[in-house]
């Protein structure tokens, strides 16, 4: 009964450093979206995937790139990571259509120092 | 860019009273809309949906759909301490693929006094 499962739960990089955050779902779900959470700002969408083999920039896509690896998992990837990106990061997936509800990783807290 | 405009609060209440909780979205052809609780330090989590005009209650919660005015609410009756959390509204938008994804607003801030 695992869900939506993301990995790391905690992350430090230094300005520059790359990597990936990991999500993978078990619930057959075609979307999967990426947020990012900051304090008093709600959720931002990132970039978002509707099916395997598609993807689409959210509200915040710069300097990010998503990749969905099959329909499990969906990445994504800080190339070079910069302070503005300290975050915590939401992995979300749900069934298609307009009605579904998201269901949520647990999140990543990312510090780039 | 597409909105989702919400009161940040702090929104306080005692205990027993009603929450009203509001929300204003841009995007004229949004169909579906949503509200979310989330505890600090957790995962948002789905309190109700709806997608037609007019009031949906589940339990204590009433949500509450104006499309022309574009406009939801929230009301929270009989509000209890275990209440308090940051309740989030998101709205379905479509993306430029064959797919729709939710926005969210920044939240508002819910305190229930004992």
């Known amino acids: 009964n695992a869900g939506v499962t993301q990995t790391p739960k905690f992350q430090v990089l230094k300005t520059g450093q790359s990597m990936t955050l990991q999500c993978a779902q078990d619930?057959?779900?075609?979307?999967m979206y990426w947020y990012r959470q900051d304090p008093g700002m709600g959720l931002r969408l990132i970039y978002y995937?509707?099916?395997?083999?598609?993807?689409d920039k959210g509200e915040v896509p710069n300097g990010y790139n998503v990749s969905r690896l099959n329909k499990r998992e969906f990445s994504l990837r800080l190339e070079s990571a910069a302070p503005s990106q300290t975050s915590v990061y939401f992995c979300a997936s749900s069934g298609t259509g307009v009605n579904e509800k998201l269901f949520f990783g647990s999140g990543t807290q990312l510090s780039v120092l | 860019q597409k909105e989702v405009e919400q009161n940040s609060g702090p929104l306080s209440v005692p205990e027993g009273a009603i929450a009203s909780l509001n929300c204003t979205y841009s995007?004229?052809?949004?169909?579906?809309f949503f509200w979310y609780r989330q505890y600090s330090g957790k995962s948002p989590e789905l309190i109700m949906s709806?997608?037609?005009?007019g009031d949906k209650e589940d339990g204590r919660f009433t949500a509450q759909l104006n499309k022309a005015s574009q406009y939801v609410s929230l009301l929270i009756r009989d509000s209890q301490p275990s209440d308090s959390a940051t309740y989030l509204c998101a709205v379905n938008i479509k993306g430029s693929q064959a797919g729709t994804a939710l926005i969210f607003g920044k939240g508002t801030t819910l305190s229930v006094s004992s």
């Open positions: 995937s509707a099916s395997e083999g598609t993807t």
């Open positions: 619930m057959n779900h075609n979307s």
């Open positions: 709806i997608y037609s005009n």
């Open positions: 995007d004229r052809v949004s169909q579906s």
